[in-house]
């Protein structure tokens, strides 16, 4: 079946620790997304890629860093300087300008 | 920078009931789209609208494009309790920068 997949779904760190989130699509769209999500609020853009190699800052780019070596894959790395790196985060790609369609999410818990 | 407003925040509803929620804003969009998410998972593509005036339905739901571009409405009709979810608007800008709404949380009562 097509689509996006993160792993993984639960992940607990310490604090000081660095975490990478996985996103694989096999959709073939050029642009990926990441997104966090807070409870009771709205999604806001971490980073985004519109082709390999190549990605930009979103709006709360600061402690996060992300790669993107192949078309299907965009991990998120969380860094130690992601002062309040809890959070649900969401991977999403797209064609590009075309709708998003997301994973199914990566709740992070930082202990 | 660009904001969307969407509203009700949350909502409390009988099963069989209609509902309405909407988004607006002071941006022109070229697309919007509708999403829902259930607790727990990512948000799920429901309509796309790509131009003003346009008005979609997929099932019990019903959308449309404002014709000024700069707002939108989802309708659910006779609801049922598995509709209940966080329903979120997104706006896309002229350059592909898509825009979200906080979400809208419903709640169905059987």
């Known amino acids: 079946d097509g689509g996006i997949t993160q792993s993984p779904k639960y992940l607990f760190r310490k604090e000081g620790q660095n975490v990478t989130l996985s996103c694989e699509q096999n959709?073939?769209?050029?642009?990926m997304y990441w997104y966090r999500q807070d409870p009771g609020q709205g999604l806001r853009l971490i980073y985004y890629s519109q082709i390999v190699n190549d990605f930009q800052k979103g709006d709360i780019a600061e402690g996060y860093s992300v790669s993107r070596e192949k078309k299907e894959s965009f991990p998120l790395t969380v860094t130690s300087a992601q002062k309040n790196p809890t959070a649900f985060y969401l991977c999403?790609?797209?064609?590009?300008?075309?709708?998003?369609?997301f994973g199914e999410g990566s709740r992070l818990t930082v202990l | 920078g660009q904001q969307l407003n969407q509203s009700p925040q949350s909502m409390f509803i009988q099963e069989g009931e209609d509902v309405s929620m909407n988004c607006t804003s002071s941006?022109?969009?070229?697309?919007w789209l509708w999403y829902k998410q259930d607790p727990g998972e990512g948000p799920v593509l429901l309509i796309a609208?790509?131009?003003?005036?346009e008005l979609t339905s997929n099932g019990r739901l019903t959308a449309q494009f404002g014709i000024t571009r700069k707002d939108s409405f989802l309708n659910i009709s006779a609801s049922i309790p598995s509709d209940v979810g966080i329903y979120f608007c997104a706006g896309q800008l002229a350059g592909g920068k898509l825009i979200f709404g906080q979400g809208t949380e419903l709640s169905v009562k059987p």
């Open positions: 941006s022109i969009f070229n697309t």
């Open positions: 999403a790609s797209s064609f590009a300008g075309g709708e998003l369609f």
């Open positions: 959709l073939n769209h050029d642009a």
């Open positions: 609208l790509y131009k003003a005036g």
